[in-house]
Every structure is written in C-alpha cells, then in structure tokens.
C-alpha cells in the first residue's frame, strides 16, 4: 500500500500478538536470517573469485614483461629464493613442503650449474606415523630424483599425534657445491642492498 515500516510499526506498536503469531513471525525472521547468511556467503566467494582473478591478471601481465631465456633473471629468482629458503651449512640446500619450489630449484641446478642428477641428494623430514617407503616414492617420482637418493628420518616427538592425509614431509634437496651457495647469497643479498640504497622510486607506478 506504499506506507513506510516505520509508520506502521507506530500504528501497530500496542498490539498485542498471540504465541502462535510470535511463534511464525519468529520462523520467519530464522528463515530470512538462513537465506541471508547463504546470499551472504555467494557474495563473498564471488568477491574473492574476483580478487584472485584480478590477481592473476596482474601477475601474468608482470610476466608477460620477462625475458625467460634471460638466464642472469632466472639466477636473480633462484638467489632471492634462496635467501628465504636456502641453508647456508655448508652444502647448497632447500627444504619445503611445497615441490613446485624444489623443483624449480632443481630445474635451475641443472640449467644454471650443469649439476647432474647424480649429484642431487635429498633429505626427508617426516612425523612419525608416516611410511618413509612410499613417501620416498612420491617425492621420487615428483622430483625426478632415483629413491636411492633419498634418505629418511622420523620426528620422534610427533609419536601419538595424527598425520593429515595431504602432508608429505619435508623434503630437503642438496648438492655439495659450496661455491653456488656463496654465489647466490651474495647476488640476493647485492640485490637488496642495490635496491634498498638506490633512493629512486621512479619504477614505481
């Protein structure tokens, strides 16, 4: 009829409503909060559809810019991984849980070094209800590494405690060039600095 709520509810303020009409007024009002809060939830699964989106546009327009065949730019990722990622006792090394990152390291090993397979060792990290053979297994055949270069250990303080299906162990790829972990820590670090001193913010758009 076109009236406001707000003057409705003036007019109807001092009636006084049975327990059967608070009884469905209170079913709908839960039924109007379930749909609500379902509305609620697309909408906020289509603004993080879009986010990530837009995010994933961006990132491939940066790497639209880059040179892949450029191996002094693939020498600079690999050494600002390394100096978040990378061990510095000793030998040249990475640990994660993520092989995506072991296997680019790997990759730029074999493309930046001339590093053979034969000269890949890895460590795995695993908590104790896990099975050091079939794990061996998966990061065997996710890294293109032979099984016999894996070797295993047990965290003897996760005994009790259970395991998510998902999680692999940690899994630490190394070589025994020390020479490549000097070189890649003083290029990230060099990096840095070059950055963090030049003052010029003139890339920045």
């Not at 990061?139 to 965290?155: A, E, R």
Request: glycine share 6%; charged share 25%; hydrophobic share 35%.
């Amino acid at each position: 009829m076109g009236i406001p709520r707000s003057t409705l509810s003036g007019w109807f303020k001092n009636i006084i409503l049975t327990d059967t009409q608070l009884k469905i007024l209170e079913a709908q009002h839960q039924k109007g909060m379930i749909k609500g809060r379902k509305k609620a939830v697309l909408w906020h699964n289509q603004q993080k559809e879009n986010h990530l989106s837009k995010a994933k546009t961006q990132a491939l327009d940066t790497l639209s810019h880059i040179n892949f065949k450029d191996v002094h730019i693939t020498e600079l990722a690999l050494s600002m991984l390394y100096i978040g990622e990378g061990s510095r006792d000793n030998l040249t090394s990475i640990g994660n849980t993520n092989p995506l990152i072991l296997k680019f390291f790997i990759s730029c090993l074999y493309k930046l070094y001339a590093i053979k397979p034969a000269e890949i060792k890895c460590d795995l990290h695993l908590r104790y209800d896990q099975d050091p053979k079939s794990l061996i297994r998966y990061w065997s055949k996710t890294l293109s590494i032979p099984q016999n270069s894996f070797h295993s250990t047990k965290d003897i303080r996760t005994k009790g405690s259970k395991t998510y299906p998902n999680y692999k162990g940690v899994c630490i790829v190394r070589c025994g060039k020390m020479a490549i972990l000097r070189k890649l820590v003083f290029l990230s670090e060099e990096f840095c600095n070059k950055i963090v001193t030049t003052g010029d913010n003139s890339f920045i758009t």
